[in-house]
C-alpha cells in the first residue's frame, strides 16, 4: 500500500543496504502519497498508485514503461531526483508511467556495436567504454536497425544529445528495431548505464562491412 508522504532526505537515510529502491510519489516535487519499490512491478495501479508524479532513485538504475506489463515507451532513471516528468523525459509523447522493472548493471567494461540493417548487415559503429552525444558529429549518418551487446548495459536515444525516446540495452544480441522498443530505426546518440560508477573515457570506431 501507498504511505503518507515523507521527505526525501528521511527517505534517504532510511535507503539501507538494499540493491534497488525508488520512491514514486503521487504529485510532482515529491508531495502527496509515497509508495516505495524495491523490485519489479508489472502494475502500478495494482500497487494502488493512482499517477507518477515525481520519483526519487536511492539505488538503481530503474527502468519504467509508458504501459503496464513492461511494454511500450522506456524511461530510464539512475539514482538521483526526478520532480516532475518532464525531467525524466523529453519525447513529449506520454508523461504516464505504468510499470518499473530493476536494471542489471553489467560489469565495468562496456561495448556496443550497432548496425544499420536488421540482422547486423550493413554499416555499422562500434563504441567501447565511451558516451557518445552525437553519431553525426562522428560522421555516422546511417539508421541503426540492429545492435549487439557485448559487455555494460546502455541507453541509446532517438536523437542527438541524449533527446527523444529512449531504449534500453542490456547484454544480448537486438536483430531489429522491434525486438529493443523502436518503431523506426533511428538512434543518433547513446550513453552507459553505470550506476554511478567511474569510468575512463574510451573510444569508438565505424566502418563500413566489407
Known amino acids: 500500500m501507498a504511505t503518507d508522504h ?8 532510511q535507503s539501507g543496504s538494499s540493491a534497488f529502491k525508488l520512491v514514486i510519489y ?92 536488421p540482422s547486423f548487415a550493413g554499416k555499422k559503429i562500434e563504441i567501447i567504454d565511451d558516451d557518445v552525444p552525437s553519431f553525426h558529429a562522428h560522421g555516422y549518418q546511417e539508421k541503426v536497425s540492429s545492435v549487439r551487446v557485448q559487455n555494460g548495459t546502455w541507453v541509446a536515444y532517438q536523437y542527438p544529445g541524449y533527446r527523444g525516446y529512449q531504449y534500453l540495452f542490456e547484454k ?6 522491434a525486438e529493443f522498443g523502436a518503431q523506426l530505426p533511428q538512434i543518433q546518440s547513446v550513453r552507459r548505464i553505470r550506476d554511478m560508477q567511474w569510468h575512463q573515457r574510451g573510444h569508438f570506431l565505424q566502418w563500413t562491412s566489407p
Do not use: M
Open 6 to 13: 515523507q521527505n526525501p532526505t528521511t527517505k534517504q537515510k
Open 26 to 117: 503521487e504529485q510532482e516535487n515529491f508531495q502527496g502519497r509515497c509508495h516505495e519499490l524495491t523490485g519489479p512491478c508489472n502494475n502500478l495501479q495494482e500497487a494502488d498508485v493512482e499517477k507518477v508524479g515525481s520519483i526519487l532513485v536511492l539505488c538503481g538504475p530503474w527502468v519504467g514503461y509508458e504501459q503496464p506489463g513492461c511494454k511500450g515507451e522506456q524511461f530510464v532513471f539512475e539514482k538521483g531526483e526526478y520532480p516532475r516528468w518532464d525531467a525524466w523525459t523529453n519525447s513529449r509523447r506520454s508523461d504516464c508511467i505504468f510499470s518499473f522493472c530493476p536494471i542489471k548493471v553489467d560489469g565495468q567494461e562496456h561495448k556496443i556495436v550497432l548496425y544499420e540493417n
Open 172 to 177: 544480448g544480441e537486438y536483430k531489429e528495431c
